[in-house]
């Protein structure tokens, strides 16, 4: 049996925290989010999203840090398992299979021979590596990506001391600069 549609239905007065704090935990995690992907970005994000100064700030750093953590140690398995996985692989496969990948490879470096040498962005990747350690640091949460500058800092830069906690750092301080300027010069803000 159904309730009557004109009948009002009694009131319930129920608290739950939560409902009054799960829009902010929705901005907070989608800038997170985004910081995870497009560092750069985030600070401007995050102020059209409405949240306050020191939440986005702490927000995007403990993002991006996440992320570049992320990457850098994806990095690490990747150079592990093409330096010894697969030549273990390629002992257990069949001889079949080895020839039509060494004719595959064969003729991925005919196309390679023949393509356009370097692009822009491998362009810019070298230029950056030229930098040296510290360039690639600097210009990782800005120019650079978060994925492209961990790998950059893996496989070139891994046996120098203390590279992580200085690309670390770097991101902190660069998000908050970010931020800073986002919220203090009203310029650089599409208001």
Known sequence: MHPDP???LPEKHYF?????????FFKIMSVFLVAMVKYFYTP???YLT?????VSVVTMI???ITSFSFFYFISHFIV???????????????DNWIEKLDDRKEQKALKRKNAKKFTRKNKMIIRMRNLGMWGIILTTPVLLSLPVGAFLLLKYYSDRK??????LLTIALEGFLLCFLVWNFP?????
Do not use: H, Q
Request: with cysteine; glycine share 8%; net charge positive.
């Open 80 to 94: 592990i398992s093409t330096k010894y996985i697969k030549p273990a692989v390629r002992n257990i496969l069949p």
């Open 6 to 8: 004109r009948t009002p």
């Open 187 to 191: 310029s650089l803000r599409p208001d």
């Open 162 to 167: 203390g590279v992580l906690f200085f690309a």
């Open 62 to 64: 403990i993002g991006g």
């Open 44 to 46: 401007l994000y995050a």
């Open 50 to 54: 409405g949240l306050e100064f020191w």
């Open 16 to 24: 739950c925290p939560l409902s009054f704090a799960m829009p902010e």
